[in-house]
């Protein structure tokens, strides 16, 4: 019993203390891990209280908003954080402190100066087109716009504590903080207001007092956490013309993601009305539970990739990808079987009757994302590898695929039209990927079990 005693002991000090891959993978994996679950806890109860509490209407104009908002603030990102994380993490490995100082004051700028432009572009449409749009539309819009600061800046934050392999503590303030938030700010109107109803301008005011708070802490964490080998004693050194470069095609990925992620619930709010809009987006959100493991894994080994690329370590890169594949190939199975055998009483148990008719939607969601989180890898690999421009090519086509697609279904089919092209998208753009890592990096991410 002592020895059992001792030995469990030994390899809980080993992993809590060791300075290897393995070891270091398991506790940013472990601590990514519980983070991305606790998200996606987070954000499915949020999901099921504002489904409830604004009912499928007011739901579908708050779902509407953000989608479009997100789209709108495309330009804000310009890549950047991925930009971060990449360079932060190459620097390191040469111990290059002066321009990763550089790197982040350069990117906060700009970032910042894309927001501002956007906020004005944003202001000058509403004041030509306001009087087309619904009140309760417009209001919301004028609300939410103050989110594209705010959240660009707070990704920043995330990328830099990422690319220095504090990989926990740089999900916490936009993952963890922001939905907790708001979902507290929620339960304790719907409380305490039962007199007057909750509707989407008055959550999309919590949601920008939650970003707000969500940045704070963000920002305290970031200045708590950046070693005096980072701080400002070391001169800035500014490469912005390489980076300017290379942020050009990252930029574009980020946009053709987000593309990829909100355009579905924006053309079927063009095309279709609110309820249906609010029951859509309770399947994807539903669905997009299945990514969590996906997300949590790219957090951890980002910064990895681009070492081991850098270095020339293609062992080293394979074993990790497909050790990271073999994980979410499992993950997604396990949780891929309860979304498509109970869809409908899942739907109606979770979120209330109104909602079941998104039940054969969420199957085929979930199938496209099954190899989104499969193959999921594949941008990221070769991103970290310093191939943006190819993966520039691949999700820029795969986001035209999904506009095409959505303008001939969602007329005729609704929600079911945006749920098949939303997965039919997903399963070429990563099988797409998939080859292109073989080719370019003699890569394989798909998952190969023994």
């Given at each position: 019993m002592t020895s059992h005693r001792n030995r469990f002991r030994h390899i809980s000090n080993r992993v809590l203390r060791g300075k290897s891959l393995r070891e270091t993978l398991l506790r940013g994996g472990a601590g990514s891990f519980l983070t991305k679950g606790l998200q996606a806890v987070v954000a499915l109860f949020l999901t099921i209280v504002l489904a409830?509490?604004?009912?499928?209407?007011?739901?579908?104009?708050?779902?509407?908003?953000?989608?479009?908002?997100?789209?709108?603030?495309?330009?804000?990102?310009?890549?950047?954080?991925?930009l971060l994380v990449r360079e932060t993490a190459?620097?390191?490995?040469?111990?290059?402190?002066?321009?990763?100082?550089?790197?982040?004051?350069?990117?906060?700028?700009?970032?910042?100066?894309?927001?501002?432009?956007?906020i004005i572009v944003l202001a000058a449409t509403l004041w030509l087109f306001g009087d087309r749009v619904e009140p309760a539309t417009l209001y919301t819009t004028i609300i939410g716009s103050a989110l594209i600061p705010l959240i660009a800046l707070a990704n920043l934050r995330a990328a830099s504590l990422r690319g220095l392999k504090h990989v926990v503590i740089g999900q916490l303030p936009e993952k963890i903080v922001r939905p907790t938030a708001l979902l507290l700010f929620v339960l304790v109107t719907a409380i305490f207001s039962l007199e007057e109803p909750i509707?989407?301008?008055?959550?999309?005011?919590?949601?920008?007092?939650?970003?707000?708070?969500?940045?704070?802490?963000?920002?305290?964490?970031?200045?708590?956490?950046?070693?005096?080998?980072?701080?400002?004693?070391?001169?800035?050194?500014?490469?912005?013309?390489?980076?300017?470069?290379?942020?050009?095609?990252?930029?574009?990925?980020?946009?053709?993601?987000?593309?990829?992620?909100?355009?579905?619930?924006?053309?079927?709010?063009i095309f279709r009305d609110s309820e249906e809009v609010g029951v859509y987006r309770v399947v994807t959100q539903l669905a997009i539970s299945l990514l969590f493991a996906l997300n949590a894994l790219q957090m951890v080994v980002q910064p990895y990739f681009s070492e081991f690329y850098t270095s020339g370590e293609r062992a080293r890169l394979q074993k990790l990808v497909t050790m990271s594949s073999n994980i979410l190939l499992l993950v997604s199975i396990l949780a891929s079987v309860v979304l498509i055998i109970f869809p409908g009483f899942l739907l109606?148990?979770?979120?209330?009757?109104?909602?079941?008719?998104?039940?054969?939607?969420?199957?085929?969601?979930?199938?496209?994302?099954?190899?989104?989180?499969?193959?999921?890898?594949g941008a990221t690999l070769l991103m970290m590898a310093g191939q943006e421009h190819l993966t520039m090519k691949i999700t820029g086509i795969?986001?035209?695929?999904?506009?095409?697609?959505?303008?001939?279904?969602?007329?005729?089919?609704?929600?079911?039209?945006?749920?098949?092209?939303?997965?039919?998208?997903?399963?070429?753009w990563s099988m797409w990927l998939r080859l292109q890592c073989?080719?370019?990096?003699?890569?394989?991410?798909?998952?190969?079990?023994?």
């Open positions: 409830r509490v604004l009912g499928p209407e007011q739901f579908g104009i708050y779902s509407f908003v953000l989608a479009a908002l997100m789209l709108a603030a495309i330009p804000t990102q310009v890549g950047a954080p991925q190459k620097y390191a490995v040469s111990q290059d402190w002066s321009r990763v100082h550089g790197l982040w004051r350069w990117a906060n700028r700009l970032v910042l100066g894309f927001s501002l432009g956007v509707t989407a301008k008055s959550v999309m005011a919590m949601h920008v007092v939650a970003a707000v708070l969500a940045f704070l802490i963000g920002w305290a964490l970031l200045v708590r956490n950046v070693t005096a080998r980072t701080a400002a004693q070391f001169h800035p050194i500014d490469d912005r013309a390489a980076w300017r470069k290379a942020i050009l095609p990252l930029s574009m990925i980020t946009g053709f993601q987000l593309v990829n992620s909100h355009l579905d619930i924006v053309i079927l709010g109606s148990m979770l979120f209330g009757e109104e909602y079941r008719e998104g039940a054969i939607a969420l199957q085929v969601l979930v199938a496209g994302l099954v190899f989104k989180a499969v193959l999921g890898f795969a986001a035209a695929s999904n506009i095409i697609l959505n303008l001939i279904l969602v007329p005729s089919f609704g929600m079911l039209g945006a749920a098949v092209s939303t997965a039919l998208t997903f399963i070429g073989k080719r370019s990096l003699g890569v394989e991410i798909f998952p190969q079990l023994k």
